[in-house]
C-alpha cells in the first residue's frame, strides 16, 4: 500500500499507454525536418497546448524542462541573472530546490530575505510587504508545503507584487490540478506528482518576464531551454493533465480528512499544517515519545508505505527545516509522519494504514525510554 505521493506518484496506466509509440515507432527529434521529426515537434505543440489551456496561459509560456527543480532554478536564477544585481523574497519552509538556489544566489553578491511563517506555515502578508524594497526583483514563495500541505494565499502575493511591480514566482509542484492556481509571473510544474512519467516538468512564464537560459546549447524551448526533448515525457506530462478531475480532488479531501480524524484519537498526537487549507491529499502527523523513522520501518515491514517528510532530504539526521519554521521542537520534528495520497488509495487501504499506525504508535511507545 502507497502512502508517500508526495515523494512520487504511479503512473497512470494510460499515460504509459500514450507514451509508447514515442518510444518505439514515433522516436523522431524534433528538431529534424523529416517526418519522424515533424510527428515528434507535433506531439510536443499539443502537450504544450494541453498545459496552457488547463493554465489559461499562451502556448509559448510553456517552457518545458527536467522537472520542478530545475524549473525553479531557471525561474529564479533567470530572473536574477537578468537583472544583474538585487534582493529577493522567499520564505524558510521553500523546498531545496527554491533555498539552495538563492543560497547560491547569495553567494554571488544577490540579497535575500527569508520570511518567517506562523505555526501553519502561513507567511505574513504584512511582513511580505513590509520586506519589498526598492531593489526588490522577485518574490519566490510556494504554492502548497510539500511537506505539511498549506497551501499559501498566491493570489494575494501575486496582487501585493504587482502593485510593487516586482517579479512573483510560485512553486507549485505539489499543488498543481489539485489547487487553481492565478496570479503569479512564473510557475514552476512537475509531471511526476501528478500520475506523469519521471524526469519532466514546465516553468510557465508570462511572455512579458525576461529571464536567462541557464544552460547553452541549441534554440530549444524558446531559446530558453537548450537540449533534446524528452518528447516521450512530454507527451505523458500532458495526457496525466488531461486524466485530472475535480472529482479525485474531492475524493481525496474526504479520504484525508477520514484518516485525520481516525489518527488523531491516538494519545499525544497532532496534525501539522492548517486543518483546512491544505493539499487534498496530505497529511503530516506527529506523535509525542516516539521516533517517526522507527514508525516509517514499522509501516514499511507492514507493507505500506509512508515518509517522514520530503523524499530530498529523506537521508538527512537533521529535523526538517519546515517542521522547525512553524515551531516544533527537534525530538517533536523527529516523531513525525507524512501519509500523501493519490486518486488510487482505497478506503480499504487507509482503514488498514490507521490500524497499523496505531499498533505501531502503540509499540515504540511501550519501547521508548521517554
Known amino acids: 500500500m502507497y502512502f508517500d505521493n508526495g515523494a512520487t506518484t504511479q503512473v497512470d496506466p494510460e499515460v504509459v499507454k500514450a507514451m509508447l509509440p514515442y518510444f518505439t515507432k514515433k522516436y523522431g527529434n524534433a528538431s529534424s525536418l523529416h517526418k519522424y521529426g515533424r510527428e515528434a515537434r507535433k506531439a510536443i505543440e499539443d502537450a504544450r497546448t494541453i498545459i496552457a489551456n488547463y493554465l489559461n496561459v499562451k502556448p509559448s509560456e510553456v517552457i518545458f ?34 533555498l539552495n538556489t538563492c543560497k547560491h544566489l547569495e553567494k554571488k553578491g544577490f540579497k535575500i530575505t527569508y520570511l518567517p511563517v506562523d505555526k501553519y506555515g502561513f507567511v505574513d502578508l ?28 498566491i493570489e494575494e502575493i501575486s496582487k501585493i507584487c504587482r502593485r510593487e511591480g516586482v517579479l512573483f514566482h510560485t512553486d507549485a509542484v505539489q499543488s498543481f490540478t489539485k489547487v487553481p492556481i ?14 506523469g512519467p519521471k524526469g519532466v516538468g514546465a516553468l510557465i512564464k508570462k511572455e512579458s518576464v525576461k529571464i536567462v537560459r ?9 531559446g530558453l531551454r537548450a537540449g533534446t526533448e524528452n518528447v516521450p515525457g512530454i507527451v ?8 485530472s478531475k475535480p472529482s479525485h480532488v474531492q475524493e481525496m479531501t474526504k479520504l484525508r480528512d477520514y484518516i485525520i480524524d481516525k489518527i488523531l484519537k491516538i494519545p499525544d498526537s497532532w496534525l501539522n499544517g492548517h486543518r483546512e487549507k491544505r493539499l487534498c491529499n496530505n497529511i503530516n502527523v506527529s506523535f509525542k515519545n516516539i521516533e517517526g523513522e522507527s514508525l516509517l520501518l514499522y509501516l514499511d515491514s507492514k507493507g505500506i508505505a509512508v515518509s517522514t517528510g520530503s ?20 525530538e517533536e520534528a523527529h516523531g513525525t509522519i507524512r501519509i500523501t495520497l493519490s486518486r488510487f488509495n482505497t478506503k480499504e487501504e487507509a482503514d488498514t494504514l490507521i490500524k497499523e499506525v496505531e499498533a505501531g504508535v502503540e509499540k515504540l511507545r511501550r519501547m521508548s525510554p521517554w
Open 236 to 243: 505523458g506530462f500532458a495526457k496525466a493533465v488531461q486524466l
Open 126 to 153: 504584512n511582513k511580505l510587504r513590509e520586506s519589498i524594497r526598492k531593489d526588490t526583483i522577485l518574490v519566490s514563495i510556494m504554492h502548497a508545503n510539500n511537506e505539511i500541505g498549506t497551501i499559501e494565499p
Open 214 to 222: 541557464q544552460n547553452d546549447g541549441g534554440n530549444h524551448e524558446f
Open 182 to 195: 492565478k496570479g503569479p509571473d512564473l510557475i514552476s510544474i512537475s509531471s511526476h506528482k501528478i500520475h
Open 65 to 98: 524542462t527536467s522537472g520542478g527543480t530545475e524549473s525553479d532554478n531557471l525561474a529564479i536564477k533567470g530572473v536574477a541573472e537578468a537583472h544583474g544585481k538585487g534582493h529577493i523574497i522567499t520564505s524558510s519552509i521553500e523546498h531545496h530546490a527554491v
Open 311 to 330: 523524499a530530498c532530504s529523506s537521508h538527512e539526521l537533521k529535523p526538517s527545516h519546515v517542521l522547525m519554521a512553524i515551531g516544533l521542537r527537534p
